[in-house]
């Protein structure tokens, strides 16, 4: 399995649901995910653009934004697992290299990408720390 950066190059948030599962993309903001599933939410943030454009989806100018979209990280996993670990560890950086200072909290709380979690569990989370 391949882990790729899904970059929201644009100037609007961008929400899809993947699984039934609603996820949002800040603007200009990347997220590591699975080939796979960057390749769905990239078919449609740049259907959006096209269209916001005038422009059909089969438009030329579909493979530019393509490329813009879904951006290669020579990273491969081999398990679905290895795959979460990557994400939340952003591939190779330091887990907690994000923080300025070390906390006592368990590391599923720690390392948060909020890029990364879905809209509806994000908001059973908040929901629970509060």
Do not use: C
Not at 12 to 35: C, H, I, K, L, Q
Not at 95 to 115: L, M
């Amino acid at each position: 399995m391949k882990l790729v950066k899904f970059f929201n190059w644009t100037d609007r948030e961008f929400s899809w649901a993947w699984d039934g599962v609603t996820y949002v993309f800040p603007a200009n903001e990347s997220a590591m995910m699975e080939d796979w599933k960057a390749a769905h939410f990239a078919k449609h943030l740049i259907d959006r653009e096209l269209h916001s454009e005038g422009l059909q989806v089969s438009d030329e100018k579909r493979e530019e934004y393509l490329k813009k979209t879904v951006i290669d990280t020579d990273v491969t996993v081999n398990s679905a697992h290895e795959a979460t670990m990557k994400i939340l560890n952003k591939a190779g950086e330091p887990v907690g290299s994000e923080f300025t200072e070390p906390n006592d909290e368990p590391v599923e709380e720690a390392v948060t990408a909020t890029e990364l979690v879905p809209k509806s569990k994000a908001k059973k989370a908040n929901a629970a720390s509060s």
